[in-house]
């Protein structure tokens, strides 16, 4: 009975994380951001085709970006994801949104200085 009762306590936690979510009082999150780039990480190590869970992944970081503080927060979270992944091809995954078909403000590159990363013109906010 204690247990169930803790489940229903973690469902409705889960649930008010998420509305906070939806409603846009959280910045975007580290833990979101990597949810939404993992699908990108075979193509990045191994190549050959980009998922389709990887592309959707982008539109919805493309999508999240509010400010330049979003950017920036997303640049060193997916720097710093890609630093921890060996063999992983900087130059393969910075070719992921254009066949996507989509644009990104910034490229990741280990040398990229995340606090430089701002809205740029291609971008549709
Ligand atoms: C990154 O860019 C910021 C803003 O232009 C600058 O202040 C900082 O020194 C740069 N950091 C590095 C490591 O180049």
Not at 6 to 13: H, K
Not at 64 to 90: E, F, H, M, V, W
């Amino acid at each position: 009975m204690a247990n169930i009762k803790f489940a229903v306590l973690v469902t409705l936690l889960a649930l008010a994380l998420a509305a906070a979510n939806i409603r846009g009082d959280a910045t975007l999150t580290c833990e979101q951001v990597t949810e939404w780039l993992t699908p990108c990480i075979p193509y990045g190590v191994y190549g050959g085709t980009v998922a389709p869970e990887c592309c959707s992944g982008i539109y919805k970081l493309n999508a999240a970006y509010k400010s330049n503080d979003d950017i920036r927060a997303a640049c060193t979270c997916i720097q710093d994801g890609a630093a921890a992944i060996p063999l992983l091809d900087y130059d393969r995954i910075n070719e992921i949104p254009g066949l996507c078909g989509t644009s990104c403000p910034y490229k990741v590159y280990p040398s990229t200085n995340c606090s430089r990363c701002v809205f740029t013109v291609s971008m549709h906010v």
